[in-house]
């Protein structure tokens, strides 16, 4: 399965992107679905996950309340970012894989990235 990300942009600090993570195939129900984020000099940093075929969803910390992943569909995935803060500012990646893990290195597919920065 491919994944492709997309829905970044520039958005001032406050405001809200979507981005979307498109499957080449089918999403099977055991499958964890991920967003990551990363800077430059810093590791792939967890932001949220669904388990595909239940909905259940966790997320970081500093994203909860503002930011919501969600599902389309069969092969769709998105993540709703609202009140962005220049923190927020990185490439982000979509990422398949089975485990409920928020470790990078478990998940087997990733799609190419797609980058938001957040102005102050």
């Known amino acids: 399965v491919q994944l492709q990300a997309s829905g970044g942009g520039l958005a001032q600090a406050g405001g809200s992107l979507t981005l979307s993570c498109a499957a080449s195939g089918r999403i099977y129900s055991n499958a964890v679905m991920a967003w990551f984020r990363q800077v430059p000099t810093k590791e792939r940093e967890f932001v949220a996950l669904v388990r595909w075929g239940v909905g259940r969803t966790a997320y970081a910390e500093n994203v909860k309340g503002r930011f919501t992943i969600s599902k389309d569909g069969p092969d769709t995935m998105y993540l709703q970012m609202n009140n962005l803060k220049p923190e927020d500012t990185a490439v982000y990646f979509c990422?398949?894989?089975?485990?409920?893990?928020?470790?990078?290195?478990?998940?087997?597919?990733w799609g190419q990235g797609t980058l938001v920065t957040v102005s102050s």
């Open positions: 990422a398949r894989g089975t485990q409920w893990t928020f470790v990078a290195n478990e998940y087997t597919n």
